[in-house]
């Protein structure tokens, strides 16, 4: 069954410290693999596309990483702020636009 | 350009009544999503269209549900009859043209839809 698990479910952090959000999948076959940020009462906003090949990529302070073998990608946010209080959601597709979203980490950054 | 516009942002309305939430895609764009968001089930896609032509709609969840899309600047979507189940967050999205289905998705801003 083709399933996206994140973890945590939620995350509680100091601003300026850096945190690590997780998601493993179980999508076959597999075309690429989104991160996307949700502001609460907004749309998501996209952050990383990664494809089969690519296994890092970087959006200002968030990087993604991506291994493919181990079905596995974490969401890097390094020293946050309190505007990166939001969920985010890892999202896989099989092909097309056939995608498994996950149920999101909320993160909520403390000054 | 004003990005995804969503219409109308909220909407509580009647069991049985019909319901029809739309959208304008960014300019330029040839795929255009229709998502729901609940907090039980999260993010779903329902049904996607390229080039006005819908492509999928295997996320639709029944017959009372229909989307259309007249031309490439206006789509809809429309519930009939509306049941309390149908409450949630629909959002729009748009995206250029893509390959393999990798390009960027650019979501509006959502209607929250209540039904009592």
């Known amino acids: 069954k083709n399933q996206v698990e994140q973890s945590p479910q939620s995350l509680i952090i100091l601003e300026g410290k850096n945190c690590t959000l997780q998601?493993?999948?179980?999508?076959?076959?597999?075309?690429?693999l989104r991160w996307y940020k949700q502001d609460t009462g907004r749309g998501p906003v996209s952050l990383t596309i990664?494809?089969?090949?690519?296994n890092t990529k970087s959006n200002g302070r968030y990087t993604a990483t991506l291994d493919a073998d181990t079905k596995q990608s974490s969401l890097h946010i390094t020293a946050s702020q309190l505007s990166d209080s939001a969920s985010y959601i890892c999202?896989?597709?099989?092909?097309?636009?056939?995608?498994?979203f996950g149920a999101g980490t909320r993160l909520f950054v403390k000054a | 350009d004003a990005g995804v516009i969503q219409s109308p942002r909220h909407e509580v309305t009647e069991m049985g009544q019909e319901v029809t939430l739309r959208c304008k895609p960014i300019?330029?764009?040839?795929?255009l999503f229709w998502y729901r968001q609940t907090m039980m089930r999260g993010l779903e896609l329902l049904i996607y269209?390229?080039?006005?032509?819908?492509?999928?709609d295997s996320g639709m969840p029944e017959d009372r549900f229909s989307a259309k899309m007249p031309n490439a600047s206006f789509s809809t979507l429309k519930i009939q009859p509306s049941e309390p189940r149908d409450s949630a967050v629909y959002f729009c999205?748009?995206?250029?043209?893509?390959?393999?289905?990798?390009?960027?998705?650019?979501f509006g801003p959502g209607t929250r839809l209540t039904v009592l």
């Open positions: 300019s330029g764009h040839d795929y």
């Open positions: 990664m494809t089969f090949s690519e």
């Open positions: 269209f390229n080039n006005n032509v819908p492509i999928d």
């Open positions: 998601c493993n999948y179980t999508v076959s076959p597999f075309s690429n």
């Open positions: 999202v896989v597709s099989t092909g097309g636009f056939k995608t498994i």
């Open positions: 999205a748009s995206s250029p043209p893509a390959v393999f289905g990798a390009d960027t998705q650019y």
